[in-house]
């Protein structure tokens, strides 16, 4: 049963970190985060930016429970990612959180239909009902042509669209991207923007990954990140113009 707290007129944020820090011990330590405190309200859409090496990819990887702080909390979806088992870990990145890598990560034996149902497959979809969701991402995507090929007979630019059909399968309330126009070129970059802007619009909550300035403005605010701190969160207004 879900708790029944007292009535409120704010929705909890979707992700809340609270002094997260992650160190990574390699002979000499490295301070990845240094006590980030963020909070994602239901149906945001952020922007991270900050130079090579500031804790971009850690960051999305805490929220997207890849991994897990070395001190404060991280919140998602209720859960907390730092006390939660690998299972419960397992089941937040099957079901609530949506993430396209900045390498698009597809398993290059399977298709592009078979790459898209594949989280599908943890969710216990039956096999007709995994392929025809996934046909109708892909087309979404502009991929409906493409859904039996493998992942080395598609471009960069295809590639990628078959990761955010993916990572958008299992239909996540959350979704995060790492840099995802990095590797494509400038008309597929304008599609996945595009096609991102469609989700917030949606309700969707987002959080994308970025150095390039033109990409973070398409958010409602971006995240400035330097030397694993977050040193400024430029609100841009929207809304009031
Ligand atoms: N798995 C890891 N092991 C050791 N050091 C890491 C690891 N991942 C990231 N780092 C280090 O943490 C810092 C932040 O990395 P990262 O979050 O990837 O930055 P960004 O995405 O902003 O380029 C860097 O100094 C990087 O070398
Ligand atoms: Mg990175």
């Known amino acids: 049963m879900s708790s029944a707290d007292a009535a409120t007129d704010d929705t909890a944020p979707v992700v809340e970190l609270t002094g997260v820090t992650k160190t990574y011990d390699l002979g000499g330590v490295v301070e990845a ?3 980030v405190s963020l909070a994602l309200p239901e ?7 900050g130079p090579s090496g500031s804790g971009k990819s850690t960051l999305l990887n805490l929220i997207g429970a890849l991994d897990t702080p070395t001190e404060g909390q991280v919140v998602v979806a209720g859960q907390d990612v730092g006390s939660a088992t690998e299972a419960e870990r ?4 099957g079901t609530d959180v949506g993430f396209v890598f900045q390498t698009f990560n597809l398993l290059p034996r399977l298709t592009a239909v078979e790459n898209v149902a594949l989280p599908l497959v943890f969710a216990g979809v039956p096999r007709d009902e995994r392929t025809a969701r996934a046909r109708e991402l892909l087309v979404d995507v502009g991929l409906g042509d493409r859904t039996d090929h493998l992942p080395t007979e598609l471009s960069g630019g295809q590639r990628q669209r078959v990761a955010i059909a993916r990572a958008l399968v299992a239909d996540p309330a959350l979704v995060l991207a790492d840099e995802p126009t990095g590797n494509v070129d400038t008309d597929t970059g304008g599609r996945v923007l595009d096609i991102f802007d469609d989700l917030h619009a949606r309700g969707n909550t987002l959080l994308l990954v970025t150095h390039e300035r033109h990409v973070a403005e398409r958010a409602e605010r971006i995240v400035h990140v330097r030397d694993g701190e977050l040193v400024r969160i430029e609100d841009l207004g929207r809304g009031s113009d």
């Open 33 to 35: 985060l240094a006590g």
């Open 43 to 49: 149906g945001s859409y952020t922007a991270v930016m």
């Open 90 to 93: 397992a089941g937040l990145r």
